[in-house]
């Protein structure tokens, strides 16, 4: 729960800057909002000297969570200086995901791949190109939520709109990145498993991060991920370039591309061969086995 109140309220536990918002204290909030429970919050153009230690003063004050006094706030090993979301996300990110074994590698995912890109922007790193297509990032979309005069919206009522977005957004990244914590050991030992490029799965498990970013140098030779299909049979991947790219490290032959049924068996020699896709970058069969052995022609081809 979240509550906007004065500086004078009783229950007041948080204070960030008034009027226009960013994506870092908006996204810090939500993040306060689920390690706190109750978050009375005060949105100030300055900092009472009164309530600097009684209260989390964020992106404002040039204390403890704030990122814009001379010289910053510090700076991840990676480069990456903090902003006021990357502050409270090291000190309550941990209560906001609760108990659970997977807390502490779900913590770094969501540092990585979503408080790190917010703080890279609010601190001005991110450079964008020339391109008349661009996307809409998430620092973005907080940034649509500050009302426009005609919609009759105040600051902090869009505030608190934002606040819910974000909330939503933090949410299905935690729901996310603690189950791929969970699947963790078990795609790392398909991975020491794994022979002729291919690594298989018993259940559909979040694998992409996990191969892509493991130091197990078998990783680097997997080309293709056979689980079962959320539709009917097994599904084969093939392995992207790096996480979010077109790019395959191993492409399946031309002769099977957009293929189906009857074509896709003469043209593979696979029994229950089912469906390639176009692009080459996942097909179906009826049965495990021959999931695995498409796949493994594939990455022999």
Same mark, same amino acid.
């Given at each position: 729960m979240i509550k906007i109140v004065d500086s004078n309220c009783k229950n007041l *536990?948080?204070?960030?800057?008034?009027g226009f918002f960013h994506g870092d204290e908006v996204l810090a909030t939500a993040v306060l909002e689920r390690? #706190?429970?109750?978050?009375?919050?005060?949105? %100030?153009?300055?900092?009472?000297?009164? @309530?600097?230690?009684?209260?989390?003063?964020?992106?404002?004050?040039?204390?403890r969570y704030d990122h814009h006094q001379s010289g910053g706030n510090g700076v991840r090993g990676n480069g990456v200086p903090y902003s006021s979301v990357g502050l409270i996300w090291k000190d309550f990110g941990m209560k906001?995901?609760?108990? *659970?074994?997977?807390?502490?590698?779900?913590?770094?995912?969501?540092?990585? #791949?979503?408080? /790190?890109?917010?703080?890279? %922007?609010? *601190? &001005? @790193? $991110?450079v964008s190109d020339e391109q008349s297509a661009r996307q809409l990032t998430f620092p973005k979309t907080i940034a649509l939520f500050n009302p426009q005069v005609e919609s009759g919206?105040? $600051?902090?009522?869009? $505030?608190?709109?934002? %606040?819910?977005?974000? &909330?939503?957004? @933090?949410?299905?990244?935690?729901a996310k990145y603690l189950s791929l914590a969970l699947a963790k050991p078990i795609v790392d030992r398909a991975i020491t498993e794994a022979q002729m490029h291919v690594a298989v799965l018993e259940r559909r498990l979040p694998w992409q991060e996990l191969?892509?970013?493991?130091?197990?140098?078998?990783?680097?030779e997997i080309y293709f991920v056979v689980m079962p299909s959320e539709r009917e049979g097994y599904i084969w991947q093939a392995v992207p370039d790096y996480l979010g790219s077109?790019?395959?490290?191993? /492409?399946?032959?031309?002769?099977?591309?957009?293929?189906?049924?009857?074509?896709?068996?003469?043209?593979?020699g696979v029994e229950t061969a089912l469906f390639c896709h176009q692009s080459g970058f996942a097909g179906v069969t009826e049965a495990q086995d021959d999931a695995i052995r498409m796949a493994r022609i594939a990455a022999l081809s």
């Open positions: *536990n948080a204070m960030t800057h008034a390690a #706190l429970g109750e978050v009375y919050l005060a949105r %100030v153009n300055s900092v009472p000297e009164s @309530l600097r230690l009684e209260v989390i003063v964020y992106d404002i004050g040039h204390g906001a995901l609760g108990e *659970n074994d997977a807390a502490e590698a779900a913590w770094d995912y969501i540092d990585r #791949l979503l408080i /790190q890109g917010v703080d890279e %922007v609010d *601190n &001005g @790193l $991110f919206l105040s $600051f902090d009522e869009a $505030f608190l709109e934002a %606040v819910s977005y974000a &909330g939503k957004v @933090l949410d299905k990244a935690i191969i892509l970013d493991s130091s197990n140098p078998k990783a680097r077109y790019g395959l490290r191993k /492409q399946v032959p031309d002769s099977w591309r957009g293929l189906s049924g009857e074509d896709l068996i003469r043209a593979t």
